[in-house]
T-cell receptor
């Protein structure tokens, strides 16, 4: 079964709207989660590292005021795209850092397709 | 900085052909992990394999095999007797540990199309 639940799987909204994406760790407590963005026919680019109970660490070039990350519990991290515009349309994927010794370093959600009209 | 290069942007072959996807990496770390992921059209990432930098043994899993050569910093992936269901984008990735978090650096991906 799924280890990471990401919701919604797709969303279409008007320009200027704020959109919230949820990422839940179902099987274990996750102190660290990651958020990626993937444009069509491109690779996954890490946007930020989300740490439970503290501020997220953003990668260079990612606007922290545009992409708000909240990791208030050990099982849930949220990404809010504020005042979204068409250029924010993309595929957003979250992942959960696994416990030490696991075969995979991260378990990925199924992604959220965001389309801004 | 760590870097992963997948020089083949797109590959198209006919079903039952063998196909090799190339991956070259750069890292200063002596201990690292390499990975391959499959991303079908539905978008989810499917984990295929993890390889420790100290383990250069090649691995075979069914029709899949991986060739890790530290001397050339390569970690190539071969699909034998390809099938239409193998059509997907394949990503090679390298892990790095930054502030206690094991981050992944992805290559650009190779879009593989298997034609019937």
């Amino acid at each position: 079964g799924a280890v990471v639940s990401q919701h919604p799987s797709w969303v279409i909204c008007k320009s200027g709207t704020s959109v919230k994406i949820e990422c839940r760790s179902l099987d274990f407590q996750a102190t660290t989660m990651f958020w990626y963005r993937q444009f069509p026919k491109q690779s996954l680019m890490l946007m930020a590292t989300s740490n439970e109970g503290s501020k997220a660490t953003y990668e260079q070039g990612v606007e922290k005021d545009k992409f708000l990350i909240n990791h208030a519990s050990l099982t849930l991290s949220t990404l809010t795209v504020t005042s979204a515009h068409p250029e924010d349309s993309s595929f957003y994927i979250c992942s959960v850092m696994t416990p030490r010794g696991a075969s995979q370093p991260q378990h990925f959600g199924d992604g959220t397709r965001l389309s801004i009209l | 900085a760590q870097k992963v290069t997948q020089a083949q942007t797109e590959i198209s072959v006919v079903e039952k052909e063998d196909v090799t996807l190339d991956c070259v990496y750069e890292t200063r770390d002596t201990t690292y992990y390499l990975f391959w992921y499959k991303q079908p059209p539905s978008g989810e990432l499917v984990f295929l394999i993890r390889r420790n930098s100290f383990d250069e043994q090649n691995e075979i899993s069914g029709r899949y095999s991986w060739n890790f050569q530290k001397s050339t910093s390569s970690f190539n992936f071969t699909i034998t007797a390809s099938q239409v269901v193998d059509s997907a984008v394949y990503f090679c990735a390298l892990s790095e540990v930054i502030q206690g978090a094991q981050k992944l650096v992805f290559g650009q991906g190779t879009r593989l199309t298997i034609n019937p």
